[in-house]
C-alpha cells in the first residue's frame, strides 16, 4: 500500500536534503551518530558552529545576558553521573544541570555548560556566560565574587538580585532593594521560558541516556532546536 505523505514528511526530507523517493536513515544512524558526538566531544563544536550562524543574522546588538540554570531528572536513578539535589518546598531529584546564558533581547541560547545536579548555580555559571556578556542578569544564587569577577573578566556588568541590604531607615532601605530587584526580576525572568519550551516542546523533563557526556549531547541537541526555531521567529518579526 502506498505510503501517505504528510506536510511534516515532506518538511523533514526538504531540510535534510532528501527526495521523495530517497530511503531515511535507518534509528541505528542515528544511535551511531549520536555515539560519534559522544566519543569526539563534538556536541559543544556542532552548538557552537550553528549558533554562531543564527547570531550572526538574528543578533545586531549585543545588549545584555541572561544566565540561570535548570535541573533535569536522570533516566535513572541509578545513573552514577547524576546526582540528588534538593530544594526547598520541591521534591528531590536526581539528575543533571543546564546551567544556560541566553541572549537578553532575542532569547537565543548562546552558552551551555551541563553539570551534576547538585553543582552550585554561582559556581557553574562563568562557564555559561558568552563572550562579550553585556549587562549579565541571574538570581541571588550567583551572588559573590566568583561569578562577578567572571562578569566582568569577559567585559559585562553583573546584575545580582540582592537578598538584603544595609541602611539605618528600614522603610527606605526595602523601598531601595525592590527597586534594585525588580527590573531584574523582569528582564530574568525571560530565560524560564526557555526552559519552559525545552521541557513541555522538546521533551526535556526527563534524560533519554545515562551519563554526562550523553546528558550534554541531549541538552545541546535540544537548544540547537530551539534556537533553529527561535531565530525564524526573531528574523520575522525584525522583517
Known amino acids: 500500500m502506498p505510503r501517505r505523505w504528510t506536510t511534516e514528511d515532506r518538511s523533514f526530507r526538504r531540510f535534510c536534503g532528501f527526495s521523495a523517493q530517497e530511503p531515511t536513515p535507518e534509528r541505528t544512524a542515528f544511535v551511531r551518530f549520536r555515539k560519534a558526538l559522544v566519543a ?3 556536541d559543544k563544536t ?8 543564527l547570531k550572526a543574522k538574528a543578533i545586531q546588538v549585543k545588549t545584555g545576558t541572561l544566565v540561570d540554570a535548570t535541573i533535569i531528572a536522570s533516566a535513572s536513578e541509578d545513573d552514577e553521573e547524576g546526582h540528588w539535589v534538593k530544594h526547598k518546598g520541591r521534591p528531590a ?12 533581547d532575542t532569547a537565543l541560547v548562546e552558552e551551555i555548560a551541563v553539570t551534576p545536579a547538585n553543582i552550585n548555580d554561582g559556581k557553574a555559571g562563568p562557564d555559561a556566560l558568552p563572550d562579550n556578556p553585556g549587562q549579565v542578569f541571574a538570581d541571588s544564587a550567583y551572588r559573590g565574587n566568583h561569578f562577578g569577577d567572571a562578569v566582568r573578566a569577559k567585559g559585562g556588568t553583573p546584575h545580582i538580585v540582592a537578598t538584603g541590604m544595609w541602611g539605618r ?14 527590573p531584574i526580576h523582569r528582564i530574568r525572568g525571560r530565560i524560564e521560558k526557555i526552559f519552559g519550551t525545552w521541557k513541555r516542546s ?12 550523553k546528558a550534554g549531547v541531549q541538552i545541546r541537541l ?7 526555531k ?5 528574523l520575522g518579526m525584525a522583517g
Open 222 to 228: 535540544t537548544a540547537i532546536a530551539y534556537n533553529m
Open 40 to 42: 569526539h566531544g563534538l
Open 93 to 104: 531529584v536526581h539528575g543533571f544541570k543546564a546551567h544556560v546564558g541566553a541572549d537578553a
Open 46 to 53: 556542532l552548538f557552537d558552529e550553528i549558533t554562531g550562524q
Open 169 to 182: 531607615d528600614e522603610a527606605e532601605t526595602l523601598a531601595r532593594l525592590e527597586a534594585w530587584n525588580q
Open 202 to 213: 522538546y521533551g526535556l523533563r526527563r534524560m533519554r541516556w545515562r551519563g554526562l557526556a
Open 230 to 234: 527561535r531565530s525564524l521567529k526573531v
